[in-house]
């Protein structure tokens, strides 16, 4: 049996449960961290609490915060939203979101609990590959999908819902202001 081998394995393990450990106390120090710069950066009280994920019969149904393009849980994964259902629902960043998952996998969204929220109107822009609308002084992000919804152009008028008791980074489009 060769002993400095076995030491060199035994070395190894060590430290990599050392480094694990650290990684561990890193990612809940960033987690914290994220948690720190969205409340003071964004002006967000991320309430996700309350947020649930349980089963019924064969169904899998979980509880979300809707961001932008996605949903985010408790755990801070985020997860795809289609754009298609965030552009129709006229979903807001942080209304809640309830996804029920069938056993076929078929994915089934629904709004459960919307935001405040106040509407602005201003014209829709383009910055590079994001569509924009700039209102008193805030830069909103839309969703390609609701500029082709609502066959918005670039320079159009249009209404936005925001949130009302934030600073937020997306709207949702509500309409497209007819020109005169």
Known sequence: ??????????????????????AKKILKDLLEEQWLTLKEEDNVDLDLRGLTSYSSNDYKIVEWVFTWEEMLW??????????NYASKS???????????????WKMMYKQIKQIERESKVWLLTKELWK?????????YNVLTAAVTHFRAEIGDSVSIIVPVWKVAS???IESVIPKV
């Not at 049996?1 to 650290?22: C, G, H, L, P, Y």
């Not at 408790?74 to 997860?79: F, G, L, P, T």
């Not at 569509?131 to 830069?139: D, H, N």
Request: avoid cysteine.
């Open 90 to 104: 006229k979903l807001v960043q942080w209304d809640r979101l309830k996804l029920t998952i069938d056993p076929s």
């Open 131 to 139: 569509f924009q609308v700039i209102a008193e002084g805030q830069t």
């Open 74 to 83: 408790v755990d801070w994964h985020k997860y795809p939203v289609p754009v």
């Open 170 to 172: 997306f709207a949702a």
């Open 1 to 22: 049996m060769d002993t400095k081998k076995i030491q060199a394995v035994r070395d190894f393990i060590i430290n990599a449960e050392k480094s694990i450990k650290n």
